[in-house]
């Protein structure tokens, strides 16, 4: 029998983190009050962010995609990973994003978060296979049995899902907190993005009335255009070096570089941007150990709001 394999994490002030992260710049960044006006964005880890990211990005640059990686990182820095240092270049309405829980992440009343969260199950598939592709987990040879057990214990990277859902979940209707699903953007997605650029701003929701900006937010956030836009490749590492892109250089290396070979590993952070992705790994006996642990965590009514017309597998 094979023994039980774990990703290689570390422990940053109680929370698991992998050693990609620097612990300095992710002190930084719990420390950092967000600024009047500030948009930040907010999400458990493997919920979609990406997607939203660039969403968010198309409605408040009318429409234009950035141009490479080094433009997409430097409209939206992720301060965990680079600190807060890009944030003083950038003009208002400065916009970053944060995987923290709501106690963990400072709060200021006049700036406008958005959460984003995903159907559990989903989360938990997306999230091993995550883990497995990248080099930093040391984790390739791992199953999901391996991670399932890490994942419905709260012992995966950032802990417990539900924890973190149920610190945002009482702020869902605060008026400067826009909380919104992956499942609920993948099948509404023109009233979503709609309510979302009214949320950021009137002057961003009236130009997405047009039917020619608009399609430009469909096509440029397409499962196909974001899979090639955000492959991690040798040749984007070059661009970044050229561009002297230091900060988010050295941040994908030491997530992506695969040291044993040499190379840069080129799996994609968008991977299949379906809903029910978890009917493709989980047995019976993860749907139980799931059930239970959902009734332990008391976090039933929450998942019935937010996912009742999803298929969770009969766990809520």
């Known amino acids: 029998m094979s023994s039980k394999r774990v990703p290689v994490y570390q422990d940053i002030d109680g929370v698991k983190y992998s050693v990609g ?18 948009v930040v964005m907010v999400s458990p880890l493997k919920c979609g962010n990406n997607w939203l990211e660039q969403i968010m990005q198309l409605i408040l640059y009318r429409g234009q995609s950035a141009n490479d990686l080094t433009e997409y990182n430097k409209r939206t820095p992720y301060i965990e990973m680079v600190g807060t240092d890009p944030l003083k270049d950038m003009h208002p309405p400065r916009f970053f994003k944060t995987h923290f829980s709501y106690e963990r992440q400072p709060m200021n009343p006049k700036a406008k978060y958005v959460y984003l969260t995903r159907n559990p199950l989903d989360v938990c598939v997306s999230f091993y296979h995550f883990t497995r592709s990248v080099p930093v987990y040391r984790f390739k040879d791992g199953t999901f049995d391996d991670f399932f057990e890490l994942f419905v214990t709260g012992q995966n990277d950032r802990g417990d899902f539900f924890d973190h859902l149920m610190s945002w979940y009482p702020h869902k209707d605060d008026t400067n907190v826009f909380f919104v699903t992956y499942e609920e953007l993948k099948r509404n997605f023109r009233n979503t993005v709609l309510r979302l650029a009214r ?12 039917n020619e900006l608009f399609q430009k937010v469909v096509e440029q956030s397409s499962l196909s255009f974001m899979s090639q836009f955000l492959m991690i490749t040798e040749e984007k590492m070059r661009k970044l070096v050229e561009k002297g892109d230091k900060d988010m250089l050295e941040a994908t290396k030491r997530f992506a570089f695969d040291g044993s070979d040499g190379f840069l590993n080129k799996s994609v952070l968008v991977r299949k941007g379906i809903v029910g992705d978890w009917k493709t790994l989980f047995k019976e ?24 017309s999803e298929d969770l597998g009969g766990v809520v």
């Open 199 to 210: 949320f950021l701003g009137e002057e961003y929701a009236k130009p997405l009335e047009s």
């Open 285 to 308: 006996e993860h749907l139980e150990q799931l059930r239970l642990r959902i009734h332990e965590k008391n976090v039933a009514p929450a998942l019935k709001a937010l996912w009742s």
């Open 21 to 38: 992260y620097n612990v300095n710049l992710v002190r930084e960044a719990l420390s950092y009050m967000p600024h009047d006006g500030d």
